[in-house]
């Protein structure tokens, strides 16, 4: 977290999809998606689908005139929520197949 008087004017947050578990792997197929200009310390990334469990993220702030060094990237879940219906106890109007 920067100083109330710091001269960090945003951040650039990087991430990409990746299906190894674990730290970041050096050598990756998927390109970095990059989100510039935030603005704040939190971020919400919307838009994520399942159909890759990890991401690899990192961020670095900026100032008007350089960028700082890229965090350590990180590695996070995805997670999805898989449910069954049930056709014994379903309301009578649903079809289960």
């Not at 879940?77 to 898989?82: D, G, K, P, V, Y």
Request: glycine share 6%; charged share 30%.
């Amino acid at each position: 977290m920067p100083d109330e008087d710091s001269k960090i004017d945003h951040y650039v947050l990087e991430y990409r999809k990746t299906n190894f578990e674990g730290p970041p792997r050096a050598k990756e197929d998927q390109p970095w998606m990059v989100i510039e200009g935030i603005k704040g310390t939190e971020y919400t990334l919307s838009g994520l689908k399942f159909d890759m469990k990890y991401m690899n993220f990192r961020v670095r702030a900026c100032n008007k005139a350089v960028a700082g060094e890229f965090s350590e990237p990180v590695t996070l879940e995805t997670r999805a929520f898989m449910f069954r219906l049930d056709a014994g106890t379903c309301h009578q109007n649903l079809r289960v197949e």
